[in-house]
């Protein structure tokens, strides 16, 4: 007796075609073991990618009328969903009955080492207003061109390196400290905290670009680095100010702890997600994900929070507003 050929049964394709779609929940679905493994991790990195995968996968099993695992993606999706939405949200408004000093402004920009349209980049900060701006991936190159800012910048300290790992702090505010900090000896990547004074009141700004985890090496580097900065913030009695390329997102749990130990907050709330890697191609748009980041402490008040643009990088640089909340009495 010959067996009836269903391949080509409507059966067989709605039930082909449902499981090719709960596949692209996979990797949503790992992201909740971020924690036990570094691969899992990366998996956290994708939510705004995650959102519009799987509001097209339950639209279709819908039109397929498969219930059971519309329900599925329809939780991995609202469990994404809250996970981005509270960043445009509305900003939080500023406490009228504490005073604060005037506006300043910080940049945070891995411009790229291998950048070399180096007008455009010394041009954008020349013109930038900023108070303090931090430069990750700082070789000999960029150290030679950043000379050109000394007029405008009188102050300024770093390390250049070969590798992707120079930074540097660039400022119109006196340093009353600077410290070049390694958080581990293995790793050996600097990260740079001054102290600098604003109508009266001190604070810290502190710039860092732990490794990438593009393996269990890096990622361990990664993870330390953070650790050991956010235990080292969380002594400080001091308003705080850290950025950079962290290498990481919002929604890492990694990320999370920093926030939790340092005792900072994250300022894209009531900005946007707003992603700033990898921009050196057009093709890339949908990988882009929000590495760099500016954190603070509770009292720092955000006035905006934007993102410029590439300027030959592979990174958009992080445009922080922001006011310090004053001293009783001053």
């Known amino acids: 007796m010959e067996k009836l050929d269903t391949s080509s049964s409507p059966a067989y394709w709605k039930k082909a075609l449902t499981r090719l779609v709960l596949l692209t929940s996979l990797p949503p679905a790992i992201s909740f073991f971020a924690s036990l493994w570094w691969l899992f991790d990366l998996s956290t990195h994708f939510r705004i990618q995650y959102v519009c995968v799987l509001s097209g996968a339950l639209l279709i099993l819908m039109a397929l009328k498969s219930w059971k695992s519309s329900l599925w993606i329809a939780a991995l999706l609202i469990f994404n969903l809250s996970m981005v939405l509270p960043f445009y949200g509305q900003p939080q408004k500023k406490n009228e009955a504490k005073e604060y000093t005037t506006s300043l402004k910080l940049i945070a920009y891995n411009l790229y080492s291998g950048n070399r349209q180096k007008e455009k980049v010394i041009e954008f900060l020349q013109q930038s207003k900023a108070e303090v701006i931090f430069l990750q991936e700082i070789d000999r190159f960029w150290e030679k061109q950043l000379e050109s800012l000394k007029e405008t910048y009188p102050y300024s300290f770093g390390v250049a390196r070969s590798d992707n790992f120079g930074i540097y702090c660039l400022s119109k505010l006196s340093f009353q400290k600077k410290e070049i900090f390694y958080a581990s000896e293995e790793a050996y990547v600097p990260t740079l905290i001054a102290e600098v004074e604003h109508e009266g009141v001190s604070f810290l700004v502190v710039g860092t670009h732990p490794t990438p985890p593009v393996s269990a090496k890096y990622s361990f580097w990664r993870n330390e680095q953070l650790q050991v900065l956010a235990k080292k913030i969380k002594d400080f009695s001091k308003p705080v100010v850290l950025a950079g390329d962290l ?79 004053k001293a009783p009495g001053k």
């Open 247 to 325: 290498n990481v997102t919002s929604w890492s749990p990694h990320f999370q702890k920093l926030l939790q130990v340092a005792q900072l907050k994250d300022t894209r709330y009531g900005y946007g997600v707003q992603n700033t890697w990898p921009y050196r191609s057009r093709k890339t748009f949908i990988i882009r994900i929000p590495i760099d980041h500016c954190l603070v402490s509770s009292d720092i008040w955000i006035e905006n929070r934007t993102i410029g643009s590439s300027m030959g990088s592979d990174h958009r640089p992080v445009i922080l507003d922001f006011c310090l909340k």
